[in-house]
């Protein structure tokens, strides 16, 4: 049914150019997919894509992030990167029972070229569109739940803001009277501001400035990111959030608050302008949720639909102990990424189960 698929390094090569130009065309592959924002968070030598073709076109893509660790060879999910797994395009007029055979077929080819990979350990977050991870059970992947924060419908936001937890209300009113917002502010403020929400919890900030410097230089030349601070009379800045988007989503991406003002609501306030924002743009917010509950607790208040997002992962390490060891690790690495997002610097005393970011 479908074309040659891409394997050598050259041909490797190929499929990634050919991936490149579908980023191009294709307006529905998720922000955290296309290519360049690939380039900019695993660099452009430490990524590639497996693709299914039909007819010379591409039908399925999954990118991957290909990291290195000692002996462990691991496809795993690049910084700054919520969700990634498989976009396919469904040819029209598809019968529901068609469109399932279809994504049998299409989505074990891609999981033989996982195979062919002969990689340790595969973790991708899978986008809340993807529903049917069947094919991956069938080859011995595993599989858990975390959710995500849809709002859907910005056209009154008048509803939109009486649809949020009456805590949250308050919160932004009381911020309003504190605090202004301000665009004006250096990438190094926010960043200094992610440092001290690490520093409270006595952990290290797990990416380098210039890691950050690079995404958003970017983000700035596609026009696909903002910046919000909320700043006091006194010019103390209270908070900082860092917020992206693609054709559909505005993403609520970073946070990060000084533990002097971490009660000031000015989180909330900075996500109730993002939504107006987002509002205006004609867009979808997405709050990029987790399974942690802080982060959970607060980003329900905003009253977004619950989407469930598939975790899909498998290891290929025998020795039971070795892996138990390599999950402990990496779960302690995990909580570094999610508590940059966490707002009013809450405690991190829970873990992303099964997380595997090296």
């Given at each position: ?12 090569m ?22 360049w ?221 000084d533990?002097?003002?971490r ?41 977004g ?11 290929k ?33 829970q ?8």
């Open positions: 049914m479908y074309g040659n698929l891409f394997r050598n390094g050259d041909i490797l190929q499929s990634k150019e050919k991936y490149r130009q579908l980023c191009t065309i294709e307006k529905d592959i998720p922000l955290f997919s296309q290519d924002w690939m380039d900019a968070v695993c660099g452009e030598e430490n990524w590639d894509v497996l693709v299914v073709e039909k007819d010379q076109r591409i039908i399925a893509a999954l990118p991957y992030y290909l990291k290195k660790k000692i002996f462990l060879r691991c496809i795993v999910q690049p910084p700054f990167t919520t969700t990634h797994g498989i976009w396919l395009k469904y040819p029209p007029g598809q019968k529901y029972v068609q469109k399932l055979s279809y994504e049998r077929e299409v989505i074990s080819n891609i999981i033989k070229q996982i195979d062919d990979l002969r990689v340790h350990v595969f973790m991708q977050d899978f986008h809340y569109s993807f529903t049917n991870w069947l094919p991956f059970a069938w080859n011995n992947f595993k599989q858990t739940n975390r959710y995500t924060y849809i709002l859907e419908d910005l056209t009154n936001l008048a509803s939109v803001f009486d649809s949020f937890k009456p805590a949250i209300r308050a919160e932004i009113r009381k911020a309003a009277r504190r605090v202004t917002i301000n665009e004006d502010c250096e990438l190094e403020t926010l960043y200094k501001l992610l440092q001290k929400s690490y520093e409270r919890q006595k952990l290290p900030i797990p990416y380098k400035f210039e890691q950050l410097l690079r995404l958003d230089q970017v983000c700035r030349e596609r026009k696909c990111r903002k910046i919000l601070f909320a700043v006091d009379e006194q010019k103390n800045i209270h908070t900082a959030c860092y917020f992206v988007w693609d054709e559909t989503y505005v993403y609520y991406l970073l946070a990060g608050t533990r002097l003002w009660n000031s609501g000015a989180n909330s306030l900075l996500v109730w302008e993002a939504i107006k924002m987002t509002a205006a743009m004609a867009k979808k917010f997405n709050f990029d949720g987790s399974s942690l509950e802080p982060i959970e607790r607060f980003v329900s208040s905003f009253g639909r619950q989407k469930p997002c598939f975790r899909i992962y498998r290891s390490l025998l020795h039971t102990d070795l892996w138990d060891l390599y999950q402990h690790i990496n779960k302690l690495k995990s909580m570094l990424f999610y508590y940059c997002r966490m707002p009013q610097g809450q405690n991190v005393n873990r992303e189960d099964n997380e595997v970011i090296l």
